[in-house]
C-alpha cells in the first residue's frame, strides 16, 4: 500500500532553515510527481510545491517563491522541501502528497513552528 513519512520539522526561529523529507513505498515512485501542502491553525490546507516526475519542473505557492525549494531523490524514493528565511507565517503542519491512480494518499504531517 501507499506509505508517505514525513520528517524532518520542528521550530526555527524567523530567517533560519529547516529541510522536510517524505520518505515513500507502495508504488512506482519515479513514475509519480509529488508535491508539499501545509496546513496552518484554522486554515485549509494549500499547496506549498510540486516536482513533475517526468522532467522535475517545479511550481511554488507566491507565498513561498524564492524561499523554498522542492527536490526528489528517485534512487532513494524521497522528496525533499528546503525551506530558507522562514517567516511566522509559515508555521503549519506539512503534508506529501502523491496522486495514484486516482487517489490522494497523505502522509501523517510534520509540524514546522517558526517563532522568535
Known amino acids: 500500500q501507499v506509505q508517505l513519512v514525513e520528517s524532518g520539522g520542528g521550530l526555527s526561529r524567523p530567517g533560519g532553515s529547516l529541510t522536510l523529507s517524505c520518505a515513500a513505498s507502495?508504488?512506482?515512485?519515479?513514475?509519480?510527481?509529488m508535491s508539499w501542502h501545509r496546513q496552518a491553525p484554522g486554515k485549509e490546507r494549500e499547496l506549498v510545491a510540486r516536482?513533475?516526475?517526468?522532467?522535475?519542473?517545479?511550481n511554488y505557492a507566491d507565498s513561498v517563491k524564492g524561499r523554498f525549494t522542492i527536490s526528489r531523490d528517485n534512487a532513494k524514493n524521497t522528496v525533499y522541501l528546503q525551506m530558507n528565511s522562514l517567516e511566522p507565517e509559515d508555521t503549519a503542519v506539512y503534508f506529501c502528497?502523491?496522486?495514484?491512480?486516482?487517489?490522494?494518499?497523505w502522509g501523517q504531517g510534520t509540524r514546522v513552528t517558526v517563532s522568535s
Open positions: 507502495g508504488f512506482t515512485f519515479v513514475s509519480y510527481a
Open positions: 502528497n502523491v496522486r495514484y491512480r486516482g487517489f490522494n494518499y
Open positions: 516536482i513533475t516526475n517526468t522532467d522535475g519542473s517545479t
